[in-house]
């Protein structure tokens, strides 16, 4: 508008008012001093605005999670720009997403909204994604800040962390995508981090945020996650998402708890970033967005088992189809992720559509029950055919709850009836995550099916007949059992101990070397692509390496080939993973084409985290791996990095991180050690809005609370609800100030705090009776 800052031109109670939501979706205008609003709407597969409560039909993409098998960022370019054309559309000016946690165990429901259990290539992803939605004018959030890596009690879990971990693995692709990407907006988790709540951490939001890497947007709180406004606001934590109640931070204001400069510099950061959206009238082409979305999903499609080359079919093959997934597919999960999909297609219907011939039987019901009839009849038609399709998979996966890791038993059971019925089954399998394929040994082929969007069906039918070769490669470990660490999780909503430090995915497997069912980086096309002249030069004057090879596609279709370059420290004293990736290519190559590739690293990306002295590269040797997977090791090369090495020799300390096997599981003594603390769980006797229900029953206004959410929230589990923060309670009938007066009074129940909460009551009916009239005379 002008030189002025909008602090400036705006009064208290327009400042106190801008650092929280409009309602649910946009922040609030103050047009006639020249702050619009901004309007957000969540992502990540397709855009999801919620409009007069009902959710807008857009092309559904396939989940980040699948399209990190691409390895291919600029296809991630690709969809980010659908993406952003969708949101222009929409006049919808951030996307809340891409979510860029590093997976942590197979079990976390959102993990089909994450990228990778590697932080570089989910930072890289990332990139591409959040270049494509920025590229149209449009704002992208990266979330969620930080180490929410799991579902269970995510409303108050304490992730406890340690520093090097946090660094080299849970930190390090928002660093990176902050850095490189520059996104408009980060969210902040719900959980707490190290005893203190993300959405009021200076050392996130703060010192690593801004500080250290720069950050120039928005920090906003994820959806209802702030326990504290006011010490959000002091931490960093520009805004509060949804519309929340604002006394506190007014009165905050007055008795100097929050300084005027404070908010300030929140209110400033939310108008200038609402003065970078200008929203403009464009159209969009559905059907074209459904074609790319049938393009992505082709390009991400991982095949790792393929015996006697099975696929691809030929369409003259005497076919059977099984599965009930073949007919209704899972192609993307549910919670805040869910599209209202375009046009949702099926293998069947693409099959019909390609002309082949097959038949038909569904196999399995819905859920986990065995239905005799269907079993039989899934039987029947294997045997009649030489070919079986069979799609399998597990209900859609959803934010708040954990996954189970195992298919359901009745599927179990036709799997294992097909494959001994016919000689020759290819599995399809749909999930959101890795899954228990135990049973692979007894089937011919497998295609790993992420959830591939609303075209997966056109995309899996072109792959299995060879229209397309799969170059889809995992971005995630496939294991053949979890660790034991991993036990751990979703046993205790308080707290999640990370005990495994930075043994995360692939990390921990190579270095224990434990065997699992596919390693990260797998996946197979159709047909020869050899490797050779694989050589490596030592680091030049700027650390730079580079690693060159030649590919060439033996095989008479055109092929994908994903060169993976992984690292490891051979003379430093500290513990490291046996492997780490440290660069990728997707090459295209065309039928007997020949092709030379470069893979550049510079000896920076080495450096490990230490809490004394931060960043420091160790001088000495490095193996370096060009290689197909992870534990692909025909291309060892070996170069040596200038410098000291000081790291210092832990082992006597901390033998299980020296040792690490597929016993590893550090006791919390040694888990100490390494954080250079002791750990508390988190708890108080006081109650706040913070504490769950299951720990405010011994009051009367707590007993009564939980039963009427039980009753509210009858859709939910118990078990889910029990754990939830009484924050999470306030909706139309119970305002913010009728839940601090009731906490009041369940602290200390004195006639004093019984009449507050009978005026907060009292007002809070008014008030709701006012907006409804105020509706009515809208509505009329
Ligand atoms: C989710 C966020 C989402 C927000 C808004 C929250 O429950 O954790 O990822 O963006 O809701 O829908």
Redesign the pocket.
Known sequence: MDEQRASERLTAEEKVALQTGDGAWNTHAFLQKGVSSIRMS?GPLGL?KEQDGAIVPAVCFPSPSRIACSFDPSLARDLGQALGEQCVAEQVDVL??P?INVKRTPLCGRNF?YFSEDPLLTAEMACGYIEGVQSQGVGC?V??FACNNQEYGRYVCDSVVDDRALREIYLSAFERVIKNAKPSMV?CS?NRLNGEYCSQSKFLLTDLLRDEWGFEGVAVS???ATDDRVKGICAGLDLE?PQGDTSDVARALQNGTLSEAELDRAVDRIAELSEKFTRKQAGLDKNKQHKLAARLAEESLVLVKNSCDLLPLATTDDIAVIGRLAEQPVYQGE???HVNAYKPDSLLQALAESKVTFEYAQGYGDGNKDDAELLERAIAVAERHSRVILVVGAAADA??FDRQWSLPQNQLRVIEAVSAACPNVVVVLQCGAATDVRWVNGVKALLIDYYGGEASGRALCNVLFGKAAPSGRLAESWPLSLPRWQQGVGADFRQVQYVESGFVGYRYYATANCPVAFPFGYGLGYGKIEWSDVAVSQPDKKGKIKVKLTLTNKSDVKQAEVVQLYYRNDDGRGFYPRKNLAAFRKVKLGVGQARSVTLEINVKQFASYDTANGWSVNGGKYTLWAARHVNDEAFPLSVTVDGENNTVDLSAELPAYYNVDEDFCPTQKQFEQLLGREIVLPHSNIITVSTPLCEVTHTLIGRIMFKKAVEIGKQYPVSFLRILPLRMLVCDELSREMLVALIACMNKPSPKNIVKCLKAVLKHRKERKRAAEVADLADN
């Open positions: 969540d999801r809340l997403a979510g909204e959030c979330k969620h969210m719900y994820d959806w209802g998402m919670g805040s992720a934010e708040a």
